[in-house]
């Protein structure tokens, strides 16, 4: 396969990455205060209620929240592999001028 070639649209990388930054943001930004909400409701039941609320709330909440920075993390890298490809583009580029 002598004309095989692997391309990356860096552009195209990059949009992808700032959507996910868009939505995942706007998402933790819902959910912390869907979370607030929720601790204020919860604190209306019975003390002996609370913690077991709580407790189940609360690993829900860690949960949908590390979801979201996986998310965020994963665009930071989506940005980092396009800065690099570029990079070693430009690299290769210099490379071979003369």
Known sequence: ???D???????GMRGIAQQI???ANQALIDHESSWRRMQGHLSDYPATL????FTIANAHQQRMSQT???Q???ADALFSS???VDQMETEIEQSFSF
Do not use: E, G, P, R
């Open 50 to 53: 609370q913690d077991l609320l």
């Open 1 to 3: 396969m002598a004309n």
């Open 82 to 84: 396009a800065d690099a």
């Open 21 to 23: 930054t868009l939505k």
């Open 72 to 74: 965020l993390a994963f």
């Open 5 to 11: 070639s692997l391309s990356f649209n860096t552009d």
């Open 68 to 70: 979201y920075h996986w």
